[in-house]
């Protein structure tokens, strides 16, 4: 019997189409420390670093690297592949995948405490690091502070925050020079408590730890009722 070349092409699509995940689904994120566990979100609104992070977690690729680089009331940022097994003496923090991600800059998403995002070296597209990324810590700024924190981010050419972002570093912190210079892909929503305890640790003069703080991350598709209920954490449009 002849079969239909649209059913064919029905048939041979639809491994593909089984496995796209549902609208009422989204992918938490669990990255394990000695500290606890952190728990995070990654946002729709950037599909190329969603889909790239989901891929090294399925692929166990940051399982046993390193948090390298911890400034306390900034961030804490791991992902470098050389950092697995690497001596007290190695300097980290230049390793990759081999690729970078392009750039996603979303007004509506900054770097807020507890802010995921990809980390980068000096191109001028503003590429993502493959790989790399930092979990933001960052403090609190009063009115004068703030101001001045503007003034950077006009120098660095990066975005400046609205109204209501200011208010959000006000009171409950981030890292505002670092908005429009660096893709925020993500969000902590359950163990924030972790990101402090990591930060604090002591550090060398290049800011490694002096203690190796090894990683495992996975992840699980969940629904978001679910993550909601559990987490608390709001989806967009369900406020």
Known sequence: ???????????????????????????????????????LILYDQTPKHKANFIKLTKEKFYDGLLFHRIIQNFMIQGGDPDSRNAPPDQMLGSGDVGYTIPAEFVPELYHKKGALAAARN??????????????????????????????????????????????????LGGSPHLDGNYTVFGEVIDGMAVVDSIARQPANPLNRPLKDLKMTVSGEWMKKKKITKQFGYVYPGKR
């Not at 070349?5 to 689904?25: D, F, G, N, Q, R």
Request: net charge positive; hydrophobic share 35%.
């Open 1 to 39: 019997m002849r079969i239909p070349v649209l059913l064919i092409a029905l048939l041979l699509a639809w491994p593909v189409l089984a496995k796209k995940p549902s609208k009422k689904k989204d992918y938490l994120v669990t990255i394990n420390t000695e500290f606890g566990p952190m728990r």
């Open 122 to 171: 000096n191109n001028p597209e503003k590429a993502s690091s493959g790989c790399q990324f930092y979990v933001v810590q960052g403090r609190v700024w009063n009115d004068a502070e703030l101001q001045q924190q503007t003034e950077r981010i006009a120098q660095m050419k990066g975005r400046q925050p609205t109204d209501a972002q200011k208010q959000v570093y006000q009171t």
